[in-house]
């Protein structure tokens, strides 16, 4: 069995962005203060009572409780998606390849007891990019409950973000990412991973916070997912994350204005400023993607 990559919560971020280069992963131990480990609980335990087990589609799994929309549903993810360690390590990952970064997805994972392995994936796979790629999403799995071997803790294949797409993992070359409730993997969305085994006759729980290349479309669409009114009152770092920014010069703007100002009712009748300089100089340094080839290429789901 190989060794998991596994950090203090004093790590630098330039020291997880080494790790998420070469292994594609990295798990910081104890993150999420107790206080707020129990604040999230609380918060997310009404809604999984009202979630029916049984998905039809074996991928999301038929003992897996899944929801999302947690900006809105759990108040206490704002704040797990701003921590600052997981910021400044984003800014070391993505920044390179963006001007801006957004909220990819927000979900529960929750696996009750009886669950089997998911097929192992790469969070990526609807973007038509061959691997390997730049990073394109950056996930962060937050342990609500004990991540264990027995309970379906998250199994990733260490360096395959490095990975043509017709390479197979072999058994040996996976590890799960055993970590203590409170505790958060990161990974590079193009890191082949998957849900465990629940063998456990507890329940799994962990709340996945990822984040993308700003000119990429979301995978979970934030501008439905939560209510205008409702973001308004949200702090501007998490509105401007979940969309409500311009993704480079004239990137994402509504009716030729400023998406932050239109949500924030700011924006007047005249057209905005749809960039500055400093954006533009942003985006002349950001690294430019070349197409190397054109294959056809599936869209691997292994299972394993
Ligand atoms: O539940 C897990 O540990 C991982 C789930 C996952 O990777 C997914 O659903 O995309
Ligand atoms: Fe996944």
């Not at 430019?288 to 080839?293: A, H, L, Q, S, T």
Request: overall charge negative; proline content about 6%.
């Amino acid at each position: 069995m190989r060794v998991l990559q596994t950090f203090e919560p004093d790590v630098s971020s330039v020291k997880l962005h080494e790790a998420i280069t070469e292994q594609g992963y990295a798990v910081v131990k104890n993150l999420l203060p107790k206080a707020e480990l129990t604040e999230l609980s609380e918060q997310l335990n009404p809604h999984l009572d009202l979630v029916e087990l049984g998905d039809p589609d074996p991928f999301f799994g038929h003992r897996t409780k899944r929801f999302g929309a947690l900006l809105s549903r759990c108040p206490i993810t704002r704040r797990m998606l701003t921590n600052q360690l997981i910021l400044d390590t984003a800014d070391l990952v993505l920044g390179p390849y963006c001007v801006r970064y957004q909220v990819n997805y927000t979900g529960v994972m929750h696996l009750a007891p009886g669950e089997t392995a998911q097929t192992m994936h790469r969070d990526t796979g609807f973007y038509p990019i061959q691997n390997p790629s730049p990073p394109l999403t950056l996930a962060t799995m937050w342990a609500v409950t004990d991540f264990t071997e027995e309970n379906g803790a998250t199994r990733i294949v260490p360096g395959s973000h490095r990975w043509t797409d017709d390479r197979t993992p072999k058994v040996a070359e996976i590890v799960q990412a055993d970590m203590p409730a409170g505790s958060v993997l990161i990974y590079n969305g193009s890191l082949l991973h998957g849900g465990g085994a629940n063998e456990s006759d507890r329940d799994r729980c962990g709340v996945a916070l990822h984040y993308s290349l700003g000119w990429l479309r979301q995978e979970e669409n934030q501008y439905l997912a939560i209510s205008m009114e409702e973001a308004r009152a949200f702090p501007e770092k998490v509105q401007r994350l979940m969309g409500y920014d311009l993704a480079t010069v004239n990137l994402g703007f509504a009716d030729h204005k400023h998406p932050n100002d239109i949500l924030n009712g700011n924006a007047g009748n005249q057209v905005g400023t749809l960039g500055n300089k400093k954006m533009m100089e942003a985006d002349n340094a950001v690294r430019r993607f070349r197409v190397i080839g054109t294959d056809s290429v599936g869209r691997a789901r292994i299972d394993i």
